[in-house]
């Protein structure tokens, strides 16, 4: 476990700070179980790490000459394909291939884990707007 704080003094506390194998070691895998009545069951969705992140950002640009611009097709289905897993393994249970037929389900419980994938991995309509600047 990570030692917050190291040493308080009058004003300011002092923080450990993070060696590398503090960083890479730390297990920050988060997980959490969604409701799909629709389905007849539940999902669970998990938090992006950094390089899919990446990847599904890059997935959602097009550009064009110098400008870019959102590329919203299937952006749920994306999202979804990445972020729900078998909860034993941590294992997706979608490929880039399960794409298409994601986005022809009911749009209702792919919100659902689509608002559900964002809010773990922390992507927010700022992020969104960031990503189309030129």
Do not use: C, H
Not at 2 to 21: C, D
Not at 94 to 123: C, H, W
């Amino acid at each position: 476990m990570v030692e917050k704080t190291v040493k308080k003094t009058a004003e300011k506390t002092i923080k450990k700070i993070l060696s590398r194998a503090d960083i890479l070691d730390f297990d920050d895998f988060k997980m959490e179980e969604v409701a799909i009545p629709e389905w007849g069951g539940s999902v669970w969705v998990k938090a992006l790490n950094g390089s899919e992140r990446d990847s599904y950002e890059a997935s959602t640009i097009r550009q064009r000459g110098a400008n870019r611009e959102m590329n919203l097709e299937n952006v749920r289905a994306k999202l979804v394909a990445l972020s729900v897993i078998n909860p034993e393994t941590k294992e997706p249970l979608f490929t880039a291939g399960d794409i298409e037929a994601i986005g022809k389900k009911n749009a209702a419980p792919i919100d659902r884990i689509y608002t559900v994938a964002q809010r773990l991995s922390k992507f927010t309509q700022d992020d969104i707007d960031e990503l189309t600047k030129n």
